[in-house]
Every structure is written in structure tokens, then in C-alpha cells.
């Protein structure tokens, strides 16, 4: 997991640890004090003062403060990473090209950086059964979409039970199939199969969403291609069990 770690490194040390690390697919975390200036769709700038800064292998950055889980700044993705020297200090450019974004990152002073490998190749699953994910978004289905109205829990129709039927905030009919974990081709061919049983019982349009923590990317693209969306769904309100039928003795 560890690659590398310096403590208190000089500007010229902590340049070239950046420069060797920045493009190799690691998380490079840095303590320090900093200061962050962020011009794209407006202009911001957090004065110096002891932060985090992060750096995942997929180029996003977060510069944490001392409390809150709320970034200070962000990138979601960067098209470029660079780390050069200005006037003694090391100083971390991080462009975006669409929209047009940079995060200019000035260390002032480093209390420590590390090189990481973290490898997670573990499946995120919802807790709870699928049953108890239904019943949670049957009772909150603005988890999926503002405004969605469910109709029907479990509608036979005659390719299987859809998991949620529902309306939107348009009056078309909502298809909704639930996924615990990673949705694949199968979920999202199943979902083509339960909108197109539907289309051919109502008049009004009818919608299909995939709701899932995760979707692999070539399911993703057959959704978008064949008109079904997909609705990330990462976290579930607590829900008391449904009431059983009374016994009589």
C-alpha cells in the first residue's frame, strides 16, 4: 500500500516526489500548509492555512480544512496535473478543459507527503436485501426522482415483477428495476423487457431507471443507448419493518 513518504521535505524534494508520483495512477495525500485559488466559472481564493490535499488516480483533487467532511475546493476529474516552482514554494496546477477550470494549489510549507496504492476491487453492496431496499424507496422514491409517485410494488406483467411502478412529476409512467450491488447488461436487459411489456398495456409514455450503487460502463452505455436511465442510489433511509397480520391466539 505505501510507496513512498516524506516528512518535512525541502521544496526541491517535494517537487520532484510530485513529478515522479502525479501521473502513476497512485493517491498522493499532503499535510501542509497551503493556499488554494480556483478561477473557472468564478474566482475564489482560500488564504494559507493548514490543510489536506488529496489526489486520486483518476487525476480528482480535494484540499480538506480541519473540520467538516466538505472539501475547501475540489476537482471532480483534471485533464492536467503539473507541480513546478514559483518564488521558493511548490505549486500544484490542476486543469479541467470542459468547463474551462484550474486549481492552483501554493504549499507553503509540507508537513508530510505519501504515495499510495490502494486497491479496491470490492463490490459495494446496499445493506439490507433487495425486499428491504424496495420497501425503503417505496416509501421514499424522491431518493430517485423528485416528484415520482409509486403505484405498485411487485406489478406482474408477463416477463417477471417490476420492482417499482410508479409516475412522474409528468404524469408518464415510471418502470423502476433495483439493483444491491454493481448493475450489469442483465439488469439493464431486464428493464428494457419490463418498459416494453408496459408499453403495450397503457397509452402514455412509459420511462425505465436503473436504481443501483454503481452500473459497468458498457451497461451504462447500452442503457443511454436504448432510452433507459440509470439513478445512483448509494444510501437507503432507515425504515421500520412493515407490520405483520395480527395473530389471533
Known amino acids: 500500500m505505501l510507496i513512498e513518504s516524506l516528512t518535512h ?31 473557472g ?18 487525476g480528482s483533487l480535494q484540499v480538506h480544512g480541519p473540520r467538516g467532511v466538505k472539501p475547501v475546493n475540489w476537482q471532480p476529474r483534471t485533464d492536467h496535473l503539473s507541480a513546478d516552482l514559483d518564488g521558493g514554494c511548490v505549486v500544484l496546477h490542476a486543469e479541467r478543459r470542459s468547463p474551462a477550470e484550474v486549481v492552483r494549489v501554493r504549499v507553503i510549507g509540507c508537513a508530510q507527503v505519501t504515495a499510495l ?50 409516475r412522474d412529476s409528468q404524469g408518464r409512467f415510471v418502470v ?39 452500473i459497468t460502463v458498457p451497461a451504462l452505455k447500452v442503457a443511454r443507448a436504448t432510452g433507459l436511465e440509470y439513478v445512483k442510489v448509494d444510501a437507503l ?3 421500520q419493518e412493515e407490520a405483520r397480520q395480527p395473530m389471533l391466539f
Open 9 to 39: 521535505p525541502a521544496p526541491e524534494a517535494l517537487l520532484a516526489f510530485l513529478r515522479a508520483h502525479l501521473h502513476a495512477r497512485v493517491t498522493l495525500h499532503l499535510a501542509g500548509e497551503v493556499e488554494v485559488l480556483y478561477a
Open 41 to 58: 466559472r468564478a474566482t475564489s481564493m482560500a488564504e494559507a492555512g493548514d490543510r489536506l490535499l488529496l489526489v486520486k488516480p483518476d
Open 117 to 166: 496504492n490502494l486497491a479496491d476491487e470490492a463490490l459495494f453492496l446496499l445493506q439490507g436485501s433487495e425486499a428491504q431496499m424496495q420497501q425503503a424507496l417505496a416509501r421514499a422514491p424522491h431518493l430517485i426522482e423528485d416528484g415520482l409517485t409509486v403505484l405498485d410494488r411487485e406489478l406482474l406483467v408477463g416477463v417477471g415483477g417490476i420492482d417499482l411502478y410508479a
Open 176 to 214: 423502476v428495476e433495483l439493483k444491491r450491488g454493481k448493475a450489469g447488461h442483465e439488469a439493464v436487459h431486464q428493464l428494457g423487457r419490463y418498459v416494453d411489456a408496459v408499453r403495450t398495456q397503457v397509452a402514455a409514455p412509459v420511462r425505465g431507471i436503473l436504481a443501483a450503487p454503481d
Open 237 to 239: 433511509p432507515q425504515v
